[in-house]
Nanobody
Framework: QVQLVESGGGLVQAGGSLRLSCAASGRTFSRFTMGWFRQAPGKEREFVAAIRLSGGSTRESDSVKGRFTISGDNAKNTVYLQMNNLKPEDTAVYYC?????????????????WGQGTQVTVSS
């Protein structure tokens, strides 16, 4: 079993930055692919970014490419999402997820474990 705890969400003005953290426990962290997803009110959960911790391969959605960066620290069992130049449309609950797939997948079905989510609100 894997436990994931997100932190770092909050309220920020458009153009600002936030860094989300996801602390993992329970299994060998470096074996996982870690992802960030988000869900805005009335919308489906969507892929944001993911990282394969063994090797460091990353992938970001087109909507955040160039603004968001995902990274991982195997020593701290933590994955980060650095979010810069935030826009009001980035407002959502952000979820951390972990999966044992050997590749970086964008579909939520590839992830087996989920955190409780952290709210990010970007004001205009």
């Amino acid at each position: 079993q894997v436990q994931l705890v997100e932190s770092g969400g909050g309220l920020v003005q458009a153009g600002g930055s936030l860094r989300l953290s996801c602390a993992a426990s329970g299994r060998t962290f470096s074996r996982f692919t870690m992802g960030w997803f988000r869900q805005a009110p009335g919308k489906e959960r969507e892929f944001v970014a993911a990282i394969r911790l063994s090797g460091g391969s990353t992938r970001e959605s087109d909507s955040v490419k160039g603004r968001f960066t995902i990274s991982g620290d195997n020593a701290k069992n933590t994955v980060y999402l650095q979010m810069n130049n935030l826009k009001p449309e980035d407002t959502a609950v952000y979820y951390c997820a972990a999966g044992e797939a050997q590749m970086v997948y964008t579909g939520s079905g590839a992830y087996d474990y989920w955190g409780q989510g952290t709210q990010v609100t970007v004001s205009s």
